[in-house]
């Protein structure tokens, strides 16, 4: 049972444009979502995130927004670089009233291309 | 510098030989777990440790063990390999709360095992 979904496997954009990446979850204890990026040979770097008493969280480029009532957050960078090209995971987390706190649930990802 | 290596980078061996990942980090955290990725499923969380001799099963337990002695070190086991488990592997370390915009987890650069 995959409790947070991104839907797009990948996504192709131009350089300067907006690179918009969603996820979806079905877990109403979530309580903080989190995005990640990975590089080839990588390990996913913190990119971003956001708690569930915001709906909006914003640093530089990239800024994401949370729907509680649709369970969908997503990621907007703007403007897209290529240097921004790699695999984006979203992640979320219960609170601490939560049976699985401490475990955090990841997304199957979404790989971005951003074309010069 | 603040890391979390895993060792070995590379592992190729054969179904029911014992192996063992290992994994340490350097910045004090409490928090550190393992998870694998593999093609259309994302990362998924192995093990967990919230802090020295406290291990919790994340999603995809079965087949690994993981003992937590020490902060640094957290150790992923595998008793018996299978090819199933031919996987991508990462571990990761943060402070007490993974979700938390204060403490966003740390990823080693990973561990690519193969199992025959």
């Known amino acids: 049972d995959q409790q947070v979904k991104q839907n797009s496997p990948s996504l192709s954009v131009q350089e300067g444009r907006i690179s918009i990446l969603n996820c979806d979850y079905t877990?109403?204890?979530?309580?903080?979502f989190l995005w990640y990026k990975k590089y080839p040979a990588e390990g996913p770097t913190f990119l971003i995130s956001?708690?569930?008493?915001?709906d909006k969280n914003e640093d530089g480029r990239f800024t994401v927004f949370l729907n509680k009532s649709a369970k969908h957050l997503s990621l907007h960078i703007v403007p897209s670089q290529p240097g921004d090209s790699a695999v984006y995971f979203c992640?979320?987390?219960?609170?601490?009233?939560?049976?699985?706190?401490?475990?955090?649930?990841f997304g199957q990802g979404t790989i971005l291309t951003v074309h010069p | 510098e603040a890391q979390v290596t895993q060792n070995p980078r590379y592992l190729i061996t054969v179904t029911g030989k014992k192996l063992t990942v290992t994994c340490s980090q350097n910045?004090?955290?409490?928090?550190m777990s393992w998870y694998r990725q593999d093609p259309g499923l994302g990362l998924r969380q192995i093990y967990y440790?919230?802090?020295?001799?406290?291990?919790d099963k994340g999603d995809v337990p079965e087949g690994y063990k993981v003992s937590r002695k020490e902060k640094r070190n957290f150790p992923l086991i595998l008793e018996s390999p299978s090819p199933n488990q031919t996987s991508l592997y990462f571990c990761?370390?943060?402070?007490?709360?993974?979700?938390?915009?204060?403490?966003?987890?740390?990823f080693g650069n990973g561990t690519r095992l193969t199992v025959t």
């Open positions: 990761a370390s943060s402070l007490p709360r993974p979700g938390a915009i204060y403490s966003p987890l740390h």
């Open positions: 877990n109403s204890m979530f309580d903080y």
């Open positions: 956001i708690s569930s008493i915001k």
């Open positions: 992640a979320a987390s219960e609170g601490a009233g939560g049976t699985s706190y401490g475990k955090l649930t």
């Open positions: 910045m004090n955290h409490e928090y």
């Open positions: 440790s919230m802090n020295v001799e406290v291990t």
